[in-house]
């Protein structure tokens, strides 16, 4: 009797760990890839695509989902691989200096940011209006699996070796892997949600004055290809 309750309130205790290490690794993943992409050239992206297919929500969001999920099981793929091959300890180690390297490099960005010339110029612009024009002809297909494997192949192309997907990796090593699988795609999707439903607003604050909506549309995408170009 005393070695079934005993095997039982060790089921019970295991249990508890595992559920209590998930909402660990999903309440970290969560916060730390909505801060790091709030903002972030991905959601400009959603931004801009929501504004020229507002009719298309469902597929748009769709399309996020496939490519952000798609491309941080690449990450599950490859942080097994580590796990594997190395020590926990050393793995500790290589994501604790990668982590402490993203802090420096963002903390250097923003004092450069603080105190550079802002008469910077680029001269690419052009070249970046025609890739948009072309990505946009792909994209009015009516067929919507061609609409959303398109997009999510977009998607996938701009978040591999982005620092989110830096963080993801490195927190997947060390942690329980479903909590920061899900935790990162609360968060991808909520913020580019926020992105499909703030482009549909604004474009319908704008019926009455389409150049409103063509400039807010223009910066949207001058932006975006700037921000690109500088930080390819």
């Not at 009719?55 to 796990?83: C, P």
Request: aromatic share 12%; hydrophobic share 55%; with cysteine.
């Amino acid at each position: 009797m005393e070695m079934i309750l005993y095997g039982f309130f060790s089921s019970v205790l295991e249990w508890i760990i595992i559920v209590h290490e998930f909402f660990i690794a999903l309440g970290i993943s969560f916060t730390m890839v909505f801060t790091a992409e709030l903002g972030d050239k991905t959601q400009l992206f959603t931004f801009l695509l929501g504004t020229y297919f507002s009719e298309r929500k469902l597929l748009l969001a769709l399309s996020v989902f496939t490519g952000m999920g798609l491309v941080t099981l690449l990450g599950v793929g490859i942080a097994k691989l580590f796990q594997h091959y190395l020590e926990i300890s050393i793995l500790q180690i290589i994501g604790g200096s990668v982590f402490i390297t993203l802090g420096v490099l963002t903390l250097g960005k923003a004092i450069y940011d603080r105190f550079k010339d802002e008469e910077d110029e680029v001269c690419e612009i052009p070249e970046e209006e025609k890739t948009e024009k072309r990505i946009m002809k792909l994209l009015k297909t009516k067929n919507p699996f061609i609409f959303v494997g398109l997009l999510s192949i977009f998607y996938i192309l701009m978040e591999l070796g982005d620092k989110s997907q830096i963080m993801i990796l490195m927190l997947l090593i060390t942690n329980n892997w479903v909590g920061v699988f899900i935790g990162a795609m609360i968060a991808f999707m909520i913020l580019n949600v926020l992105g499909i439903f703030a482009a549909s607003f604004v474009k319908k604050l704008c019926d009455n004055n389409p150049l409103i909506m063509t400039l807010i549309t223009a910066s949207v995408s001058l932006a975006l290809g700037l921000w690109m170009i500088l930080t390819r």
